[in-house]
């Protein structure tokens, strides 16, 4: 019965350092997205996949890198990390289209401090 | 693109209702969700709203006015653990699955 996990869930670095995000969902659902939550902007999406091996970009995508090599892994990777990277990053995944009433489940959130 | 606006923040009381507004500018979307968001917590699901009207579940309901570009959450017997965000956001036809939120409306139930 876990769902949807992200790890680690907290995380502090330093600026320039690479820095993975995971996610693992145990549904097999075929779309998964990241979001970073921010003061003042709400839930922004970064990167979304429809499907293993099928990855777009989202809203702001810049600095971010994804792979989804197997269905239920979508990890998220800031190559070097910056200060405007310091966000709280939530995993999502949905079993079915979103205009279908597709609800999206959220992981715990995963909250990174770059300094 | 698409703008999507909601207070900031309300307070209620124990035991009242409580509407929270969503507008919205887009340029098309097939529905608007709902999603409540405790402190510290992920969102979760709480409605979605395809065609104009009311969708009722329980103490919590979700209009949709496509014409007006409006939706609201109606809250009854508010009860202290709905204290929370809560998100509007739109799924857009894009072609692709993609939801866009709001900027969230932190609801605070007093006793």
């Known amino acids: 019965d876990a769902g949807i996990t992200q790890s680690p869930r907290y995380k502090i670095t330093e600026t320039g350092r690479q820095v993975t995000l995971m996610c693992h969902q145990t549904?097999?659902?075929?779309?998964m997205f990241w979001y970073r939550q921010d003061l003042g902007h709400g839930l922004r999406l970064i990167y979304y996949?429809?499907?293993?091996?099928?990855?777009d970009k989202g809203e702001v995508p810049d600095g971010y890198v994804v792979s989804r090599s197997k269905t239920e892994n979508f990890p998220l990777t800031l190559e070097s990390a910056t200060r405007s990277q310091t966000s709280v990053y939530f995993c999502a995944s949905s079993g079915s289209p979103l205009g279908g009433a597709g609800e999206l489940f959220f992981g715990e959130g995963s909250r990174l401090t770059v300094l | 693109g698409q703008n999507i606006d909601q207070p900031t923040e309300m307070t209620a009381t124990e035991g009242a209702i409580v509407q929270i507004n969503c507008t919205y500018q887009?340029?098309?979307?097939?529905?608007l969700f709902w999603y409540q968001q405790h402190a510290g917590e992920a969102p979760t699901f709480l409605s979605y709203n395809v065609l104009d009207g009311l969708e009722e579940k329980g103490r919590f309901s979700s209009f949709l006015s496509r014409s007006k570009g409006y939706s609201y959450l109606l809250l009854k017997e508010l009860q202290m653990k709905d204290s929370a965000s809560y998100l509007c956001?739109?799924?857009?036809?894009?072609?692709?699955?993609?939801?866009?939120f709001g900027t969230g409306t932190r609801l605070l139930v007093s006793p």
């Open positions: 956001a739109l799924a857009l036809n894009t072609g692709f699955q993609k939801l866009v």
């Open positions: 549904w097999s659902h075929s779309y």
């Open positions: 887009t340029s098309g979307f097939n529905g």
């Open positions: 996949s429809a499907a293993a091996d099928i990855t």
